[in-house]
């Protein structure tokens, strides 16, 4: 049973799915059940690379992956930027190769913000 939010990524492709709206049922790829990805934190790598940093200017929201840029090459790169309020996913954007790791939002309340991003190589990773 999946839930709402949930990122699940296929071990044999590389395939990612977020959950819009929640099912009974299994996600599959590639002939395989598609794994659930955990949201890793600072403590588990530290800043440097893959923690989101959100910088706020009255309503626009800027969130950068890492405080060192991540690479954005072809088998290596950030796929996903969401803003969250409270756990709700309030903003997101894909990116692709040669993108910038950069997200801008608007936002009227600012109050309770994380952010969260996908490393198509080393998974979820939330602020």
């Not at 934190?41 to 910088?55: L, R, T």
């Not at 756990?87 to 993108?99: A, E, F, R, W």
């Amino acid at each position: 049973m999946t839930k709402t939010n949930q990122i699940y990524q296929c071990g044999v492709c590389g395939n990612i799915v977020a959950i819009v709206h929640p099912g009974d049922g299994t996600l599959v790829c590639c002939d395989e059940d598609m794994k659930l990805l955990e949201e890793k934190s600072p403590e588990q790598e530290g800043k440097e690379k893959h923690v989101p940093v959100i910088e706020i200017d009255k309503n626009n929201v800027k969130v950068k992956v890492g405080s060192v840029p991540h690479p954005m090459v072809d088998d290596h790169y950030i796929c996903l930027i969401q803003l969250l309020k409270e756990d709700n996913v309030i903003g997101s954007k894909t990116l692709n190769p040669g993108d910038e790791p950069i997200a801008t939002f608007c936002v009227e309340d600012t109050d309770g913000l994380s952010a969260r991003e996908v490393c198509n190589k080393h998974g979820l990773w939330k602020s």
